[in-house]
């Protein structure tokens, strides 16, 4: 039956029209794209980005098939999670190896720096306490 608003049918309140407008424009979307993704021309002759873009038809058809969640991964899905994991601690150790470098340097740098004023200031002490004898009277003096 028709309304002021479009194709209805009583009691629905159209929800079965635009269940059907959605599912029709959805597969007219999807053949176009499929159209333009696997064309044989673009596919024999790939240049420059279009190579990274489309690709050969028998390719497209298991891109987009998904593994089950519970299914077993491929050997090389496995090898590839593998070497991701061995980058990621090459790097994390490497970080952590500059970092401990640096830290050390600096370490050694303040602890040089502290013996360095240690040193200055015992001289100062010497120098300020000399009493001419070696060694000091004031150290070697006998208590009667």
Known sequence: ??????????GQGGEIF??????????T???????????????????????KVFMP?????????RRGKRAVKTQDEINAEQRQRLAADERRREYHE????EFESHA??????????TRE???QWREFHYDGLDPS????????
């Open 1 to 10: 039956m028709w309304g002021t608003t479009g194709l209805t049918v009583p």
């Open 18 to 27: 635009w269940t059907y407008l959605n599912r029709v424009s959805s597969v």
């Open 29 to 51: 979307v999807f053949q176009v794209a499929d159209s333009a993704a696997v064309s044989d021309k673009k596919a024999a002759s790939p240049q420059g980005a279009l190579r």
């Open 57 to 65: 038809e028998a390719d497209a058809s298991s891109f987009f098939k």
């Open 98 to 101: 500059e970092q401990r470098n």
């Open 108 to 117: 050694e740098e303040e602890h040089d720096e502290q013996d360095e004023r």
């Open 121 to 123: 200031k015992t001289e």
């Open 137 to 144: 009277y004031e150290y070697n003096r006998h208590t009667v």
